[in-house]
């Protein structure tokens, strides 16, 4: 017979047992996946030896991976690249979700977790209906089908969308068509937190328009809106009720510093990705063990080396710091002169003012040399006295040019290039991103963690 006694402490030891059942190892709740755009090994260090007073978060990962990139050609773009990472299937270059025989639409990573309860975020440094961006929420067969995908991004309902504009919809159209969709559209960060968790939220710049990007980091204002902001607030958004979620954010301007040859571009987007990244860190370690983070590039553009014949083995990357402005938006200010009829000298000034390079700066290594100054003056030339009377843009493209040289930055294409990139990992499930694999293999690497 038991004695009440002996029940009392059954239940004791009973209870006890169960309140110290070891928690079943916990699920994958939290997963980030950002893709620098363009982010080379070089690009990334460079960007590294550039700012040396700035760590790079996530060269601290646990897990760094190499990762090739090809689509069903050598050389991808960012169409195919983002497909691979997102879906698993290698396809045709330009193609946004679709299979490489263009009779399938393929499902992404994004829409199979929304299914499962996630609450999935959307973010861009440009604009939203990017290759890469797009990739995470629309089918189209060709990347520049900007109508349709921008038709895409209103009807769907993920959660979060933020960065540029769209480029088929001006600022008012898209508002009203975000509006009728149930979409909340915002222009500041701070707003987001007191938003009820149901809303769809679109997180914009004030000075949007059509295919609008947010300010390329080397001239933005301290009051415009960063990357690492866009970021901050989709965590804020996505994380409400601490239900689970999946947010991809891409940097879409390291690519367009590659493809100008811009290298003081390329430096300063990895840093404000590097910020981006960090907000994401901050979300981790207050949940260390439901979440992963993932970063990696879909390939490198440029062909960009770290070093080049003028130099020699001598390098002055901290110098790119004296550049103010992109190549891209120096060309606008550029074709403003032209319509000035600037003269030579008065463009010097300019070149001086924003890159630092003059006969008599200060910085040894950013003196214009007399062959530099007839280089100069020859695009000059070429751009601003051509014979057809039109505006050419090699003035601009000397400048960075001479950037590049100056300070010990090579290049060998101003398209993408076939090496692979790297994929840090950190948190939940990252041991399963180890070692060498293609760009595909994420997908199927983040199946596993979500369907194990
Ligand atoms: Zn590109």
Redesign the pocket.
């Known amino acids: 017979m038991i004695h009440p006694i002996q029940i009392f402490f059954l239940f004791l030891v009973l209870s006890k047992s169960l309140l110290s059942v070891p928690k079943l190892e916990s699920e994958l709740k939290y997963l980030f996946l950002f893709i620098g755009?363009?982010m080379g090994n070089s690009q990334l260090h460079l960007s590294r030896f550039a700012y040396p007073e700035n760590e790079i978060v996530f060269l601290q990962f646990p897990v760094i991976a190499m990762v090739s990139t090809e689509s069903t050609t050598v050389i991808t773009?960012?169409a195919a690249a983002a497909t691979s990472i997102a879906t698993g299937e290698k396809t045709y270059n330009g193609s946004i979700c679709i299979s490489a025989d263009k009779k399938r639409k393929l499902v992404p990573i994004s829409k199979i977790l929304a299914k499962k309860g996630y609450r999935i975020g959307i973010v861009s440094s440009v604009s939203l209906d990017h290759a890469t961006p797009a990739v995470f929420y629309a089918n189209a067969y060709s990347r520049n089908q900007y109508k349709q995908i921008g038709e895409a991004l209103f009807s769907s309902d993920f959660h979060f969308f933020g960065g540029g504009g769209l480029k088929k919809f001006g600022p008012k159209e898209m508002k009203k068509s975000l509006l009728k969709n149930n979409f909340f559209v915002s222009h500041d960060p701070n707003e987001i937190g007191s938003l009820d968790l149901d809303k769809k939220v679109y997180l914009t710049p004030r000075e949007y328009s059509s295919g609008s990007s947010l300010s390329s980091e080397i001239n933005r204002a301290t009051d415009q809106l960063s990357l690492a902001k866009v970021v901050g607030a989709a965590i804020d958004h996505l994380s409400k009720r601490e239900s689970p979620f999946f947010l991809m954010a891409e940097s879409g301007k390291i690519?367009w510093g590659?493809?100008s040859n811009d290298a003081a571009m390329v430096a300063s987007e990895i840093q404000a990705f590097n910020h981006a990244i960090s907000e994401a860190m901050d979300f981790y370690n207050r949940h260390p063990n439901e979440t992963l983070i993932l970063v990696t590039a879909d390939h490198a553009?440029g062909g960009l080396g770290l070093g080049n014949d003028r130099l020699k083995k001598a390098s002055h990357y901290e110098l790119l710091k004296n550049q103010k402005i992109g190549e891209w938006e120096f060309d606008l200010k550029m074709q403003i002169w032209w319509k000035e009829k600037r003269s030579f000298t008065s463009l010097l000034e300019e070149i001086e003012r924003f890159f630092g390079l003059s006969p008599k700066a200060s910085e040894l290594p950013l003196i214009l040399s007399e062959k530099d100054l007839q280089d100069l003056e020859k695009a000059y030339q070429e751009s601003f006295l051509s014979e057809d009377g039109k505006y050419k843009k090699f003035l601009s493209n000397k400048v960075t040019e001479l950037m590049s040289e100056k300070t010990g930055v090579g290049w060998t294409t101003t398209?993408?290039t076939a090496e692979p990139v790297n994929l840090f990992a950190l948190g939940k499930g990252s041991q399963n991103f180890q070692g060498f694999y293609s760009s595909n293999e994420i997908f199927f690497k983040i199946l596993e963690l979500i369907e194990p």
Do not use: A, K, P, V
Request: hydrophobic content about 0%; cysteine-free; overall charge negative.
């Open positions: 755009d363009g773009d960012s690519d590659g493809h553009t398209d993408h």
